[in-house]
């Protein structure tokens, strides 16, 4: 089952790029394309930066360093929570054993 591709024009950094995606994946296409774009702007803004490549490859860095720490975050919380139920599940367990003992 192959989703319907549909041709997207997105603008970033003052051209025009069309991508086809799966028509459900249009929003988040634009919305994508429209971060980008934003990103790119401030880089250039910023007047360290000089050349389109060499913006597009800052943004593609400071976007992938946003992601790997969100990433590493999201596993951090993961761990804490995995924790917490694992002593939550040990306390179950010796309550259960203190309350299989004074039934004997």
């Given amino acids: 089952m192959s989703a319907e591709l549909q041709t997207v024009r997105v603008h970033i950094l003052d051209k025009d790029y069309q991508v086809a995606c799966p028509a459900e994946q249009r929003d988040a296409l634009v919305e994508s394309a429209r971060y980008l774009d934003q990103q790119m702007r401030a880089i250039r803004q910023s007047g360290k930066v000089i050349g389109l490549e060499r913006i597009a490859v800052m ?12 990433g590493e975050q999201s596993q951090k919380g993961s761990q804490d929570v995995h924790d917490r139920l694992r002593r939550l599940s040990a306390r179950i367990d010796d309550t259960l054993s203190n309350y299989r003992q004074i039934e004997m």
């Avoid at 943004?59 to 969100?70: C, F, G, K, S, V």
């Fill in 59 to 70: 943004a593609a860095l400071n976007i992938t360093h946003e992601l790997i720490q969100r």
